[in-house]
């Protein structure tokens, strides 16, 4: 929930720092700027998602967006299941599949997330919660075109703490072996996984070099141009 016209600037900006990036580069504002930015960076190679999606076409759902009017606006991907929505708004790995299936059929790119509380893992729950997510999270008609997941350990988000590279490496791992457990080798292996916690242009590069781990999930450092490019740098760099 940040962002107003005014921060159309920042994103101008970014484009004219990466006219061309050697990745793939999303930024998903808040709803009242999907459409705005997708005009503005219209044939350009950043792309445009939303937040979140309701899971039925239409209906009586007032403050909702649905999946068709976020690519009618101009979006080509959608965040489900982030961890202030399972938390804020209690939604269930149930509620994320519906809109999960809404998405794709309105044909955006889903990114699914996943991630433990700071409590869960203390547990030693962590696996076994990311296990639940995936498999309760993800419908079973994706590929490595429209599926994205990405992990986001709840105890690092905003805190400024950042799990060990071991500690990411060994959720990443599991959650490679899940997608082509599930949906064999070649779809297992070509969804693109993402870390989010804390990523910021100190420590992006040393994160990008952990196992199948394929990009970052950025929060509070995507707000301003200078600090999203240097983690865009630091991908570049590492591929």
């Not at 070509?190 to 999930?217: M, Q």
């Amino acid at each position: 929930m940040n962002g107003t016209l005014g921060s159309m600037l920042e994103i101008d900006a970014l484009a004219e720092k990466h006219p061309d990036p050697k990745c793939d580069v999303l930024i998903c504002p808040p709803a009242t700027l999907v459409a705005a930015m997708a005009a503005s960076i219209d044939g350009g190679a950043i792309k445009t998602g939303g937040q979140d999606c309701h899971a039925d076409i239409s209906g009586a759902h007032t403050g909702d967006i649905s999946a068709e009017m976020l690519k009618d606006a101009g979006a080509s991907y959608v965040l489900v299941g982030h961890s202030e929505r399972r938390q804020d708004h209690n939604e269930s790995n149930e509620d994320v599949r519906g809109k999960a299936k809404a998405a794709i059929a309105a044909g955006l790119i889903i990114v699914v997330c996943c991630g433990e509380s700071d409590a869960e893992r203390e547990a030693n729950n962590t696996l076994e919660i990311i296990s639940g997510q995936l498999a309760g999270s993800i419908p079973d008609n994706v590929t490595g075109e429209n599926l994205v997941v990405a992990y986001e350990p709840v105890w690092a988000i905003g805190t400024g703490k950042v799990p060990t590279l071991d500690q990411i490496g060994k959720v990443h791992d599991f959650i490679r072996a899940r997608l082509e457990k599930r949906f064999g080798e070649g779809v297992g292996r070509s969804v693109r996984l993402l870390y989010g916690g804390s990523v910021k242009p100190s420590n992006a590069a040393e994160i990008f070099t952990v196992s199948n781990v394929d990009g970052a999930l950025v929060g509070g450092a995507s707000l301003k141009a200078d600090d999203f490019s240097g983690i865009i740098t630091a991908l570049e760099n590492g591929q």
